[in-house]
């Protein structure tokens, strides 16, 4: 069974600095999908970031990049020059590619305070 | 605009009653399922449907039900055999991007018990 860790519940930020956020997990397969989703104070769930795992270039989309190391099964997300915005819980998830469920599996979350 | 709708933002529910929460998706998708999410934690899957007329348990399917007849529509019923029931309820619909397969959530409804 597949399993996602967050091992930090709380993290905090200065404005404009740089920020990352760790999460690990667990599987026997090769082939899947890492995401980290971002849920604000409204509670809606947005997509961040995908990472195919048999891609070996780190996703990136505009402030946000990842960390992906396929061996030692890491996957951290960083937010550069931090936004009163980017405070939210955020998410760790993993995906198999070849489910037939398309089944995500969730981290417990690590809360983001950005502070002006 | 394309999107996941899900009503009502608010659901209160009383002792021994079934209560149903909507989820509507303009996306053309497939797959669409529904999480649990209980205070500080992740979501946890409750039921599944990959293709209109089916739908599978997921890991707390136990006082759930669905029901899956028209592609844009899954709909989630919360029975009186669900004992704890107050939580956050999203619901997601997963389809192909930029080579990728990703689910995309809907705003979700928080049910309590009055």
């Known amino acids: 069974a597949q399993t996602v860790t967050q091992s930090q519940p709380e993290m905090s930020v200065q404005e404009a600095e740089t920020v990352t956020l760790s999460c690990t997990y667990d599987?026997?397969?090769?082939?899947?999908?890492l995401f980290w989703y971002k849920q604000p104070p409204s509670r809606q769930m947005i997509l961040v970031i995908r990472?195919?795992?048999?891609?070996?270039q780190n996703a990136t989309e505009n402030r946000f990049s990842v960390n992906f190391q396929k061996a030692a099964k890491s996957f951290s997300l960083k937010i550069s020059d931090s936004q009163l915005g980017d405070t939210a819980m955020y998410f760790c998830a993993f995906m198999l590619r070849s489910s037939n469920t398309g089944k995500l599996i969730f981290g417990q979350g690590t809360t983001l305070q950005v502070k002006p | 605009d394309g999107g996941i709708t899900q009503s009502p933002k608010y659901l209160f529910r009383k002792e021994g009653q079934n209560v149903t929460l909507s989820c509507e998706q303009n996306?053309?998708?497939?797959?669409m399922y529904w999480y649990r999410q209980d205070p500080g934690q992740g979501l946890r899957l409750i039921y599944y449907?990959?293709?209109?007329?089916?739908?599978q348990k997921g890991d707390i399917a136990e006082g759930y039900s669905v029901s899956r007849e028209k592609k844009e529509s899954f709909p989630l019923t919360v029975t009186s055999a669900q004992k704890n029931p107050t939580a956050f309820y999203l619901c997601a619909s997963s389809g192909w991007q930029g080579g990728g397969e990703t689910q995309y959530f809907g705003p979700g409804t928080r049910l309590l018990v009055l």
């Open positions: 990472q195919e795992a048999y891609k070996q």
């Open positions: 599987t026997s397969e090769s082939n899947y999908y």
């Open positions: 449907s990959q293709i209109v007329n089916d739908f």
């Open positions: 996306l053309n998708h497939d797959a």
